[in-house]
């Protein structure tokens, strides 16, 4: 059983940074795609940013690039979201999540999921 546990968030004033973390366990972390995605209170759960196998690509939700970077550990079984000049509009619970092999863009493609970690941007 794969376990996914997020960690990281809190609240940060608007231009601030987070590091969001995720641990994960229960099977080979080097086989999954892994990827972060975000539902703010109201709204659909949206995609944020995903990393392939290896760490070595990254894709990014137009709204994060420039601010966000994904990266991986495979030696930790860990991923990670770097999150500068943050915004408002990025208050949301943050999720990571892993499906094999290939990366995703769509929520539903994805296996596991982790129980997420609340990120809260103030003005």
């Known amino acids: 059983q794969v376990q996914l546990v997020e960690s990281g968030g809190g609240l940060v004033q608007a231009g601030g940074s987070l590091r969001l973390s995720c641990a994960a366990s229960?099977?080979?972390?080097?086989?999954?795609?892994m990827a972060w995605f975000r539902q703010a209170p109201g709204k659909e759960r949206e995609f944020v940013a995903a990393?392939?196998?290896?760490?070595?690509?990254?894709t990014y939700t137009d709204s994060v690039k420039d601010r966000f970077t994904s990266s991986r550990d495979n030696a930790k079984n860990t991923v990670y979201l770097q999150m500068n000049s943050l915004k408002p509009e990025d208050t949301a619970i943050y999720y990571c999540?892993?499906?094999?092999?290939?990366?995703?863009?769509?929520?539903?493609?994805?296996?596991?999921w982790g129980r997420g970690t609340q990120v809260t941007v103030s003005s």
């Open positions: 999540a892993a499906r094999s092999k290939v990366r995703s863009l769509i929520a539903t493609d994805y296996d596991y």
């Open positions: 229960g099977h080979t972390f080097s086989n999954y795609a």
């Open positions: 990393i392939n196998l290896s760490g070595g690509s990254n």
